[in-house]
T-cell receptor, first 115, second 114 residues
């Protein structure tokens, strides 16, 4: 069985500061990994996805994530936070053996950006 | 391009009343379809998924059911709602190409059971 843990349910960052959201997975084999963003009262939007092609994955809106097998991590970063980055972020995993691509989500991290 | 539509966006239903949420996908064929629920403070939980017409798999036992009457239509239903059914329901679709397919979400439906 696989699971995903997001450290920190709430993160506050200053505008222009580094955004770092932590995600660790538990799986017997490296899974497929995803980051999604959810703005208030909206569905989830894909930020980026790891599929083993490259350990550093670049996504939309200036975000990127690095897959570290030794640390079973897939942390999300953005060098400079913008007010529009305020949202909830979800890390998710999908087992490489799951033909239906079902996603297991972390609990989410709410990001607040302060001026 | 592919799009996913989900409705109604918001509804308030009394306990014991029926429920029907509908979702359709455009621009693709034979998608995998999913219903997720997001309850306050509980993250996203997969409720049902479907890999074809009439093929429904349930992830958790509950007061809800799902149906897929057409290739790109997915319906979430209940005969009698409970207070615990309140939450944000998200329909999603993914390709049928195997593991690691990206899943795309609709805008969601807010259900409040009173």
């Amino acid at each position: 069985a696989q699971s995903v843990t997001q450290l920190g349910s709430h993160v506050s960052v200053s505008e222009g500061a580094l955004v770092l959201l932590r995600c660790n997975y538990s799986s017997s084999v490296p899974p497929y990994l995803f980051w999604y963003v959810q703005y208030p009262n909206q569905g989830l939007q894909l930020l980026l996805k790891y599929t083993s092609a490259a350990t550093l994955v670049k996504g939309i809106n200036g975000f990127e994530a690095e897959f570290k097998k030794s640390e079973t991590s897939f942390h999300l970063t953005k060098p400079s936070a913008h007010m529009s980055d305020a949202a909830e972020y979800f890390c998710a995993v999908s087992a490489p053996t799951d033909s239906w691509g079902k996603l297991q989500f972390g609990a989410g991290t709410q990001v607040v950006v302060t001026p | 391009s592919q799009t996913i539509h989900q409705w109604p966006a918001t509804l308030v239903q009394p306990v014991g009343s029926p429920l029907s949420l509908e979702c359709t996908v455009e621009g693709t064929s034979n998608p995998n379809l999913y219903w997720y629920r997001q309850a306050a403070g509980r993250g996203l939980q997969l409720l049902f998924y479907s890999v074809g017409i009439g093929q429904i798999s349930s992830e958790v036992p509950q007061n809800l059911s799902a149906s897929r009457p057409q290739d790109r239509q997915f319906i979430l239903s209940s005969k009698k709602l409970l207070l615990s059914d309140s939450g944000f329901y998200l329909c999603a679709w993914g390709g049928s190409g195997g593991p690691g397919n990206t899943i795309y979400f609709g805008e969601g439906s807010w259900l409040t059971v009173v």
